[in-house]
Nanobody
Framework: EVQLQASGGGLVQAGGSLTLSCAFS????????IGWFRQAPGKEREGVAC????????IYGDSAKGRFTISKDNAKEIVYLQLNSLKPEDTAVYYC??????????????????WGKGTLVTVSS
């Protein structure tokens, strides 16, 4: 059974940082891409970043470029999302997901087959 669990969310002031972690089980590290998505109240789920667990290639959504960094730890089989220079508009539930999207559509939530429960990030002004 494929399982993913995002953690590391919390309350932070604007300009602060958080590191989110995505731990998963039930599939071989390297077989799937891992994506981070977020959903704010009343808004659609949007892609933040994704990483290939096989070759480490990454893609970032527009909201993440220059502020967020996705990375992986092969030994621990964990994918991280480092959030820097946080803004109140970054407030959302952040989810990690596993899938095999084509590169050009890597930020498309529907292309990810497995989802974990999200972790809430709240950025105060």
């Amino acid at each position: 059974e494929v399982q993913l669990q995002a953690s590391g969310g919390g309350l932070v002031q604007a300009g602060g940082s958080l590191t989110l972690s995505c731990a998963f089980s039930g599939f071989t590290f390297g077989d799937y891409g891992i994506g981070w998505f977020r959903q704010a109240p009343g808004k659609e789920r949007e892609g933040v970043a994704c990483i290939s667990t096989s070759d480490g290639s990454v893609i970032y959504g527009d909201s993440a470029k220059g502020r967020f960094t996705i990375s992986k730890d092969n030994a621990k089989e964990i994918v991280y999302l480092q959030l820097n220079s946080l803004k109140p508009e970054d407030t959302a539930v952040y989810y990690c997901a596993a899938g095999r999207p084509i590169i050009s559509a890597a930020m498309t939530p529907s292309l990810y087959a497995y989802w974990g429960k999200g972790t809430l990030v709240t950025v105060s002004s």
